[in-house]
């Protein structure tokens, strides 16, 4: 089951016998005000600086999006999504809610790279969503993230939760849209909220590796939200999502790549450790 995202000349592979998947969360005005204001003056150096560094940090892939308060996304994305095209040489990511947006930055994406292919952030079970935004992944022939929410919101068990994936599969596949351009998000709620949400949420990852076969990914400092020391929390997550079917995580590279890097390597897709050997020099020279 390999999903194949493309930029201008590079390829990324996301599969389940390869070593996991970064795609970098940093180009995301959530929480950070002063990616928001920049957003909203139309200054996009701040851009340019987070594609530049979550890849010298070891993203594979780059999360773009301009959603905050007061910014034209139908204007921005598609100005963001050139930028760090045209900056770092890395598949990205198109994030966004406003459907017009996603096909705004589309039409950039298959102007600069004809032959590439992003991945499209998000559809999910909700009909309107499915309604609006599967044609798009079938006309550009991109990949997309399915959330595993509907019309009901979020389940609050891991069958529930395979059952919206297995819906968003199906709908996918009858518009031609192959399986492996589904990668399914089994969502993670802050444990200190509820102290089963990691447990649901690493159950939906089995299960819908185990029945669907396709890749997942998932915004995992999402697991963290309101306690201290969050980086511990989220490394342990990470690890125990990896060994769950987790391949292409939501992250900032910098914070978690040693984890992802140590968790592949017991899960044996790192030969003789070379991959953790040489991120562990670069990054205490």
Known sequence: METILKST?????ISPEKPTVLIGERINPTGKKRLAAALVAGNLDIVRQEAEAQVEAGADVLD???GAASVDEVDMLPKAVRLVMETVDVPVCIDSADVDALQ???AVHR?????GKPLINSVNGEEARLEQVLPLVAEYKTAVIGLTMDDEGIPD???KRLAVARKIVERAEGLGIPREDVVIDCLALT???????????LGAMRMVREEL????????????????????????????????????????????RPAILAADLVMGRDDYAMRYIKAYKKRTK
């Open 9 to 13: 000349k590079k390829s990324v592979v």
């Open 64 to 66: 773009v999006n301009v």
């Open 104 to 106: 705004a930055a589309l």
């Open 111 to 115: 102007e600069l790279a004809p032959e």
């Open 157 to 159: 068990t891991s069958e």
């Open 191 to 201: 444990v200190g909220a509820d102290s089963q949400a990691g447990v649901v949420s």
């Open 213 to 256: 076969g396709v890749n997942l990914t998932v915004g995992a400092s999402n697991i963290s939200f309101g306690l201290p020391d969050r980086e511990v929390i989220n490394w342990a997550f990470l690890a125990m999502a990896i060994q769950n079917g987790l391949n292409c995580p939501i992250v900032d590279a910098a914070k978690v």
